[in-house]
């Protein structure tokens, strides 16, 4: 079965500084990850995958996560946050096997931009 | 391509009352996926289906039931409502063969009052 852990329910960044979001997965098989984003009152918007190949995905908004197998984590970078980068974040995880298509979310990560 | 469409936006409902959220998508996607979201919890699973005809229940399934009788659609009933389904309530779909990328809808505000 697979799992994930956020760590941080809240990260508070400055303007233009590093964003770091946590998120470590636990799973049998080789996974797929996914994070997606949540403005609010809205509906969740994918941000980047990882499936197979290089491990450093890029995604929308300047976003990159990078899959590290050994450290089973699947960690949410921008270089320097904006503004409009505050909302919450979820990291997700599946398989390929699946014969279903569900995903295990985490419990999500509030990101605040302070001016 | 509208995408993930639910409807209604908002609904208050009172204690003991029946209500259908609807769900559509224009993708052809086989696997459809109902989910729950309160404050800190992320997102529970409530129903899913792989294709028209077939239904499972997730997580969370006590006090919902769901029915699938097209591709499209995806509604989700509620039946004698209770103040701990006061929630927002989250649509998705998903295609066979890829990655799995869900596709989510705006969602429902629900308050059971």
């Known amino acids: 079965a697979q799992s994930v852990t956020q760590l941080g329910s809240h990260v508070s960044v400055s303007e233009g500084a590093l964003v770091l979001l946590r998120c470590n997965y636990s799973?049998?098989?080789?996974?797929?990850l996914f994070w997606y984003v949540q403005y609010p009152n809205q509906g969740l918007q994918l941000l980047l995958k990882?499936?197979?190949?290089?491990?450093l995905v890029k995604g929308i908004n300047g976003f990159e996560a990078e899959f590290k197998k050994s450290e089973t984590s699947f960690h949410l970078t921008k270089p320097s946050a904006h503004m409009s980068d505050a909302a919450e974040y979820f990291c997700?995880?599946?398989?390929?096997?699946?014969?279903?298509?569900?995903?295990?979310f985490g419990q999500g990560t509030t990101l605040q931009v302070k001016p | 391509n509208a995408g993930v469409t639910q409807t209604p936006k908002f609904r208050i409902l009172k204690i003991g009352q029946s209500m259908t959220l609807q769900c559509a998508q224009d993708?052809?996607?086989?696997?459809m996926y109902w989910y729950r979201q309160d404050p800190g919890m992320g997102l529970k699973l409530i129903y899913y289906?792989?294709?028209?005809?077939?239904?499972d229940k997730g997580e969370v399934p006590n006090g919902y039931n769901v029915s699938r009788s097209t591709t499209e659609d995806f509604p989700l009933r509620l039946e004698l409502a209770a103040p701990s389904q006061t929630s927002v309530y989250f649509c998705?779909?998903?295609?066979?063969?890829?990655?799995?990328?869900?596709?989510f809808g705006p969602g429902t505000r629900l308050t059971v009052t």
């Open positions: 998705a779909s998903t295609g066979t063969g890829g990655t799995y990328e869900q596709y």
């Open positions: 799973s049998s098989v080789p996974p797929y």
């Open positions: 990882y499936t197979t190949g290089a491990t």
């Open positions: 997700a995880v599946t398989v390929a096997s699946s014969n279903t298509g569900k995903l295990i």
């Open positions: 993708m052809n996607h086989n696997y």
């Open positions: 289906s792989v294709g028209a005809g077939i239904t």
